[in-house]
């Protein structure tokens, strides 16, 4: 069977297309959303704006690429942590170091969406927000399988398993949404909230 090899013409697309991507973001970082135009990305990129206009639509489509295919690289990455674990509580250790490494390591990505979501008047993340919806609900999901497992092996006690799994996913979220105006007071790792969440779960041995 033969392999499917990009040719020079697709990897150069794909190298350009990454590095548009990558000047967007650092604009929109630096400037907010509404207060870039395509012109300045561009410029950023060392590309025309008819160039950009091949590979977007407009700059609500390239914020859209932005985010979506930021959103592939965590889902990914953390379906595949979830799925490492030796056992039950080897796996949500997993996720949670995943989960902690994506966020610090994506800090201008992650900021960009949440002040951009904030904005009633941004129409682009009507339909966005769907699709990241629908990934967030799998993540979900594959964590309640996990949390499933280990009440029937009795290392949890008897809750619903979904519940607990968001439960597990608010308290990540909340403490590393405080991690981005409080950086330095409050420092955590996956060990800590280890402790946090499962010490009111764990079955007493």
């Given amino acids: 069977m033969k392999e499917n090899k990009q040719t020079r013409k697709e990897r150069e697309f794909l190298m350009h297309r990454q590095e548009i991507v990558d000047a967007a973001l650092e604009l929109f970082s630096e400037k907010g959303f509404h207060n870039v135009t395509m012109h300045e990305i561009a410029r950023a990129s060392e590309f025309s704006v008819g160039t950009l206009y091949k590979f977007f639509n407009n700059k609500e489509d390239l914020y859209r690429a932005l985010i979506l295919e930021k959103s592939d690289e965590f889902h990914f990455s953390m379906m595949e942590a979830i799925e490492s674990g030796r056992d039950e509580i080897d796996s949500i ?19 960009l969406y949440m002040a951009q979501s904030r904005g009633a008047s941004f129409n682009v993340l009507a339909g966005l927000d769907e699709e990241l919806k629908v990934k967030y609900e799998e993540i979900i999901a594959r964590l309640a399988d996990v949390l499933k497992r280990g009440i029937r092996n009795r290392l949890f006690k008897k809750f619903d398993p979904y519940l607990l799994a968001a439960s ?33 779960v764990m079955e007493d041995s």
């Fill in 93 to 111: 250790k997993a996720y949670l170091e995943e989960r902690i490494r994506l966020f610090n390591e994506n800090l201008k990505s992650i900021r």
């Fill in 168 to 200: 597990l996913d608010g308290m990540i979220h909340a403490i590393l949404f405080q991690h981005l105006d409080h950086a330095d007071e409050h420092p955590f790792d996956a060990d800590m909230l280890m402790r946090i969440f499962f010490e009111s």
